[in-house]
């Protein structure tokens, strides 16, 4: 058996025993900040040894971040978090910003490889021309109130037929065949959420104000115009991303209805309810891929080893090493992620399973991100390591697609391997209008920043409406509707991080059919592109993966004609 234990990367310039407290930090920051720099080779062991105690710092918050979102309750966790968020974070701020400004005005900076170095460069002047102090302060208000979000939805349970379940598990009553039963179950849930409404409303107000104030502070009209920089945005504008949705409007939404319609046929209904929109049309239970997270762990294993060797082998370090928590229970964090740890070259992954389909496609999904830490972990600088979201979701969802080749690894039955695939196809497709809803939305919240929670509500209704309401008829229900979006996580905690899902799945059905055309190439170009971490143009990076960085409207309907062929081809 191969060796699958982790080796850190040896320090060379920080302790090995470092303390992770302010006191024992701070000589370092000023040790780089008053260093001379005297030539090109003394400005690059400058840079590794920033690079070092960078990886350090952020490992360490890492495992901060992960601890607590596996258990919200421990009160000890949610402290340790909050300390490296208000005793260390806001004293490297403007320390990290003096050691920006020594590296761009050094004399040697041109002698660096403006190749390997431009996007990088690129980087540290966006962050010099954001960077204002009295927005430090603020950074830690808005770090605290975000993981309040986490702590109202971790302790979301219901009760259903006298026993406990979070939510995803009970998510998985909405694939029952019998309609009385998701329907109890989905108004059960739907009320649960209603009794918090009103606390992430106030939450999210707060939040809303703090991101206004940062964006002003920076010189900003709104926060929406802020983030596009603070994103390292430089390939596209709003303008883009209002024409990326009417494309969304135009192309998807008439396609998704006529599956609702179908959906409607098939079961026999009237209406299509919220409450029928993941039953299984074919009659049969719910695919059921696996039983347990341990089984869910080990069958990916085997379906990414069958794709390469390489690629299986990183899970199964993994797993070796205690680097999953995949199973849902009450008290942890909601969602799923895939977190890097700077120093260990490795992630760890977080989601909340319900032994269901949906959880297979997260699985491969973060493994995919999982793939692409570990393949770039070796590059020279933590940075390079930084990838922007159009990058790093392109690595996960194009992972979702091809692993499919290799799903026979969780379907014995050849039908169930057709459905799931089939299911799969279609979500591709739903994903597209949710995310030009949730981005669309956000446009709107932070160019209108003195709305009412009221207001709100009602932008959201009239931002979904045209992409189809997710398909299904909500009269009567129209508190719920209003509410859908306290649902996305990506709203309360990472802003505006949500357009490169659309972006990436474009990308993603390009990668998928290079693979189908040739699958060792294929694979072969989509691992060379995960390999360049950040040091690449995001399109270069796209261009290594053998596909375009494109999200126009004839874009959108040439992949999406792929994805209706391979469908017609498995009904």
């Given at each position: 058996m191969n060796n699958l234990s982790i080796t850190k990367k040896s320090r060379t310039y920080i302790p090995q025993d470092l303390e992770m407290k302010w006191e024992a930090l701070e000589p370092l920051f000023e040790e780089l900040k008053m260093r001379e720099l005297n030539s090109a080779a003394e400005l690059n062991n400058w840079l590794r040894d920033r690079s070092e105690l960078e990886a350090a710092l952020e490992e360490d918050f890492a495992w901060r971040y992960i601890r607590m979102t596996c258990d919200t309750t421990d009160e000890k966790l949610l402290q340790d978090f909050q300390y490296f968020a208000t005793a260390i974070e806001p004293k490297i701020a403007p320390l990290s910003n003096d050691l920006n400004k020594k590296f761009i005005e050094c004399h040697f900076l041109e002698e660096l490889d403006q190749s390997e170095y431009f996007v990088y460069i690129r980087g540290i002047r966006k962050a010099l021309e954001l960077f204002k102090v009295e927005n430090v302060p603020i950074f830690t208000q808005i770090q605290l109130e975000q993981q309040q979000y986490q702590s109202i939805t971790g302790s979301m349970s219901v009760i259903i037929d006298e026993k406990e379940y979070t939510l995803e598990q009970a998510s998985v009553f909405l694939k029952d065949q019998d309609r009385s039963v998701r329907e109890k179950v989905w108004k059960i849930i739907a009320a649960r959420r209603l009794e918090d409404k009103e606390k992430l409303d106030n939450l999210f107000n707060s939040l809303l104000k703090l991101r206004h104030q940062v964006a002003k502070n920076a010189g900003f009209e709104n926060f929406r115009d802020y983030m596009f920089q603070a994103l390292g945005r430089f390939d596209y504008t709003p303008h883009d991303c209002y024409k990326f949705h009417a494309a969304i409007e135009r192309e998807i939404v008439p396609l998704l209805f006529e599956q609702a319609e179908k959906r409607r046929q098939a079961l026999g209904l009237e209406d299509l309810k919220p409450w029928d929109m993941d039953v299984d049309l074919s009659g049969k239970t719910a695919l059921k891929p696996f039983s347990n997270g341990g089984e869910l762990i080990d069958k990916t294993i085997t379906c990414f080893n069958e794709l390469h060797p390489y690629i299986g082998e990183r899970l199964e370090i993994m797993k070796a090493n205690g680097l999953f928590d995949v199973e849902s229970r009450k008290g942890k964090a909601p969602g799923g992620y895939n977190y890097p740890l700077a120093e260990t070259g490795a992630p760890f992954i977080f989601m909340?399973?319900?032994?269901?389909?949906?959880?297979?496609?997260?699985?491969?999904?973060?493994?995919?991100?999982?793939v692409h830490t570990f393949i770039s972990a070796?590059?020279?600088?933590?940075?390079?390591?930084?990838?922007?979201?159009?990058?790093?979701?392109?690595?996960?969802?194009?992972?979702?697609?091809?692993?499919?080749?290799?799903?026979?690894?969780?379907?014995?039955?050849?039908?169930?391997?057709?459905?799931?695939?089939?299911?799969?196809?279609?979500?591709?497709?739903?994903?597209?209008?949710?995310?030009?809803?949730v981005d669309q939305f956000q446009h709107w919240i932070y160019t209108n920043p003195e709305h009412s929670a009221a207001e709100r509500e009602v932008a959201w209704k009239q931002t979904f409406e045209p992409f189809g309401n997710n398909f299904s008829d909500w009269t009567s229900l129209e508190d719920s509707l209003?509410?859908?979006?306290?649902?996305?996580?990506?709203?309360?905690?990472?802003?505006?991080?949500?357009?490169?899902?659309?972006?990436?799945?474009?990308?993603?059905?390009?990668?998928?059919?290079?693979?189908?055309?040739?699958?060792?190439?294929?694979?072969?170009?989509?691992?060379?592109?995960?390999?360049?971490?950040y040091t690449k143009p995001i399109n270069e990076i796209y261009e290594t993966a053998g596909i375009k960085f494109d999200f126009s409207a004839d874009y959108v309907k040439e992949l999406v004609t792929l994805v209706k062929t391979e469908l017609t081809k498995l009904d």
């Amino acid at each position: 058996m191969n060796n699958l234990s982790i080796t850190k990367k040896s320090r060379t310039y920080i302790p090995q025993d470092l303390e992770m407290k302010w006191e024992a930090l701070e000589p370092l920051f000023e040790e780089l900040k008053m260093r001379e720099l005297n030539s090109a080779a003394e400005l690059n062991n400058w840079l590794r040894d920033r690079s070092e105690l960078e990886a350090a710092l952020e490992e360490d918050f890492a495992w901060r971040y992960i601890r607590m979102t596996c258990d919200t309750t421990d009160e000890k966790l949610l402290q340790d978090f909050q300390y490296f968020a208000t005793a260390i974070e806001p004293k490297i701020a403007p320390l990290s910003n003096d050691l920006n400004k020594k590296f761009i005005e050094c004399h040697f900076l041109e002698e660096l490889d403006q190749s390997e170095y431009f996007v990088y460069i690129r980087g540290i002047r966006k962050a010099l021309e954001l960077f204002k102090v009295e927005n430090v302060p603020i950074f830690t208000q808005i770090q605290l109130e975000q993981q309040q979000y986490q702590s109202i939805t971790g302790s979301m349970s219901v009760i259903i037929d006298e026993k406990e379940y979070t939510l995803e598990q009970a998510s998985v009553f909405l694939k029952d065949q019998d309609r009385s039963v998701r329907e109890k179950v989905w108004k059960i849930i739907a009320a649960r959420r209603l009794e918090d409404k009103e606390k992430l409303d106030n939450l999210f107000n707060s939040l809303l104000k703090l991101r206004h104030q940062v964006a002003k502070n920076a010189g900003f009209e709104n926060f929406r115009d802020y983030m596009f920089q603070a994103l390292g945005r430089f390939d596209y504008t709003p303008h883009d991303c209002y024409k990326f949705h009417a494309a969304i409007e135009r192309e998807i939404v008439p396609l998704l209805f006529e599956q609702a319609e179908k959906r409607r046929q098939a079961l026999g209904l009237e209406d299509l309810k919220p409450w029928d929109m993941d039953v299984d049309l074919s009659g049969k239970t719910a695919l059921k891929p696996f039983s347990n997270g341990g089984e869910l762990i080990d069958k990916t294993i085997t379906c990414f080893n069958e794709l390469h060797p390489y690629i299986g082998e990183r899970l199964e370090i993994m797993k070796a090493n205690g680097l999953f928590d995949v199973e849902s229970r009450k008290g942890k964090a909601p969602g799923g992620y895939n977190y890097p740890l700077a120093e260990t070259g490795a992630p760890f992954i977080f989601m909340n399973s319900a032994n269901t389909f949906r959880d297979l496609t997260t699985m491969v999904h973060e493994g995919g991100h999982a793939v692409h830490t570990f393949i770039s972990a070796d590059l020279k600088l933590n940075d390079f390591k930084h990838v922007p979201s159009e990058v790093a979701e392109l690595a996960s969802m194009s992972m979702e697609l091809i692993s499919m080749d290799k799903w026979d690894a969780f379907f014995d039955n050849e039908e169930d391997l057709k459905r799931a695939k089939r299911d799969q196809l279609i979500d591709v497709l739903k994903t597209l209008p949710w995310v030009a809803v949730v981005d669309q939305f956000q446009h709107w919240i932070y160019t209108n920043p003195e709305h009412s929670a009221a207001e709100r509500e009602v932008a959201w209704k009239q931002t979904f409406e045209p992409f189809g309401n997710n398909f299904s008829d909500w009269t009567s229900l129209e508190d719920s509707l209003g509410n859908l979006w306290q649902k996305q996580l990506h709203i309360f905690e990472i802003p505006f991080y949500y357009i490169e899902y659309g972006i990436a799945q474009l990308g993603a059905i390009a990668v998928w059919k290079n693979y189908k055309e040739n699958p060792d190439k294929g694979l072969t170009m989509y691992l060379d592109a995960l390999k360049l971490g950040y040091t690449k143009p995001i399109n270069e990076i796209y261009e290594t993966a053998g596909i375009k960085f494109d999200f126009s409207a004839d874009y959108v309907k040439e992949l999406v004609t792929l994805v209706k062929t391979e469908l017609t081809k498995l009904d």
